[in-house]
Structure formats: C-alpha cells, structure tokens
C-alpha cells in the first residue's frame, strides 16, 4: 500500500532554513506528481508547491515563491522541500501528498511540524 513519510520538521528562528522531506514507498513513484500542503494552526489547507512526475516543471504558491524550493529524486522515491528565510507565517504541519493525473490528492503523509519562532 501506499505509504507518504515526511521529516526534517522542527523549531526554527525567523529568517532561519529548514528541508523537509518525504519518502514514498507502494506506487510508482516517478509516474506522480507530487504536492506539499500545509495547515496553520486553526486555519485550512493551503497548497505550498508540486512538482511534475520528472522534476522538471514545479509550481508554487505566491505566499512561498523565491523562498522555498520542490525537487525530487525518483531513484530515491523521495521528494523535498528547501525552505529558507523562513516567517513566522509559516508555521504549520507540512504535508506531502500524491496527485491523480487529474490533480485530485488521493494520498497523505501524516506531517511533519514546522515552528517559526525567536
């Protein structure tokens, strides 16, 4: 079955860097796009960023462009998330999700937390 796994999570400064990442395992994983979402505490999802099955076309959310960056390995099934100049508005569970072709995200991680705080 599938399986979506993220870490790298954790208490960080302002301004400070953090990646994240996430090994899947069940699927084959280079024929997927991949997606990162976040929760803020007491807010909805919010898509942060995916990335095509290849890794050569990514995508992000105006709230994290010029600050984060999605790649992936497909040898290693795995795919990141670079974060740096981290704001406490980014505060959140991180989660890494898998995309049907038609976008629809049919499986989750479970997070991983990410703390922005002085």
């Known amino acids: 079955q599938v399986h979506l796994v993220e870490s790298g999570g954790g208490l960080v400064q302002p301004g400070g860097s953090l990646r994240l990442s996430c090994a899947a395992s069940?699927?084959?994983?280079?024929?997927?796009?991949m997606f990162w979402v976040r929760q803020a505490p007491g807010k909805g999802l919010e898509w942060v960023s995916h990335?095509?099955?290849?890794?050569?076309?990514?995508y992000y959310a105006d709230s994290v462009k010029g600050r984060f960056t999605i790649s992936r390995d497909n040898a290693k099934n795995t795919v990141y998330l670079q974060m740096n100049s981290l704001r406490s508005e980014d505060t959140a569970i991180y989660y890494c999700?898998?995309?049907?072709?038609?976008?629809?995200?049919?499986?989750w991680g479970k997070g991983t937390l990410v703390t922005v705080s002085s």
């Open positions: 999700t898998k995309s049907l072709p038609n976008f629809v995200l049919d499986y």
């Open positions: 069940g699927f084959t994983f280079g024929d997927f796009w």
């Open positions: 990335i095509n099955s290849g890794g050569g076309s990514t």
